[in-house]
């Protein structure tokens, strides 16, 4: 945990605190605090904790990122949370928009709670989606029309899954299903349903202790031009619950 070490060190310069100070407010001697600074022994898992909420950065970063290469004053901060999230704005408070590529979905798996990461992404300013902070998503596949394949749905960070209202799209980060945009309904305090605007693909459940992140919808951009001949987003569904129904009554016929 080098890192660890480098990153308390580099933190408590910032705040310009001593290491009696600092130990105080850990409620731990100073002489355990120098050990955790000098990369001597490693902190147990509730200290560890406790150092990240008395420095207000999340236990991800303080042990995976180099902090002193972060600037630490442009990341998201989240009332009554401890985490810092990779999410830029600059020095007016602007909100930047990045954009991740189709190419770079696996990766943001792994970087979406590495500040260089996400520093390292293309960004675009749309001032008119007011305040919040925002990024762009890639959609695949046809199971969210209007949106198109390749199309980005722009969402707003929200800080907590209490604030999932049913019946509305929002694009979420899961470890298991990776980035998916859905319409999502809430089942319980730990399930929600995730469902498709294409009737011929079903809904299912995940687990909210499966969810990484949620973006709210607030905006989309389309990357292909309409053309006068697509079908309509109601003669889609009409078509597919059709052929869904089709499917169905042969699968009956056959057994």
Do not use: C
Not at 29 to 58: C, D, M, N, Q, W
Not at 198 to 205: E, R, V
Not at 216 to 229: K, L, R, V
């Amino acid at each position: 945990m080098s890192l660890l070490s480098d990153n308390i060190r580099y933190l408590r310069s910032q705040r310009k605190e001593s290491q009696q100070y600092v130990s105080t407010q850990l409620n731990i001697t100073r002489g355990r605090y120098a050990k955790y600074e000098e990369g001597v022994s490693e902190p147990p898992v509730v200290l560890l904790s406790r150092i990240s909420h008395y420095f207000h950065v999340s236990v991800d970063l303080m042990i995976s990122v180099d902090l002193r290469k972060v600037p630490i004053g442009e990341l998201l901060k989240l009332e009554d949370n401890r985490i810092l999230l990779p999410i830029m704005v600059d020095a007016q408070h602007n909100n930047f928009i990045e954009i991740i590529p189709h190419k770079a979905q696996a990766g943001y798996l792994h970087g979406y709670s590495d500040p260089e990461f996400i520093e390292s992404l293309e960004q675009i300013s749309l001032p008119f989606l007011g305040s919040g902070k925002y990024r762009a998503f890639p959609i695949q596949g046809d199971s969210m029309p209007p949106h198109q394949n390749g199309a980005f749905v722009i969402g707003r960070y929200l800080e907590s899954l209490s604030e999932i209202k049913d019946g509305k799209t929002y694009v979420l980060v899961t470890q298991q299903e990776g980035i998916v945009y859905k319409r999502v309904y809430r089942l319980s305090a730990g399930q929600f349903e995730l469902h498709s605007d294409n009737s011929f693909y079903s809904p299912y459940i995940i687990q909210a202790s499966d969810i990484l992140e949620v973006w709210q919808y607030a905006s989309s951009i389309a990357t292909h031009e309409f053309e006068p001949q697509d079908l309509a987003q109601a003669d889609t569904k009409a078509m597919f619950q059709e052929i869904k129904q089709m499917i169905s009554s042969l699968n009956s016929k056959g057994k």
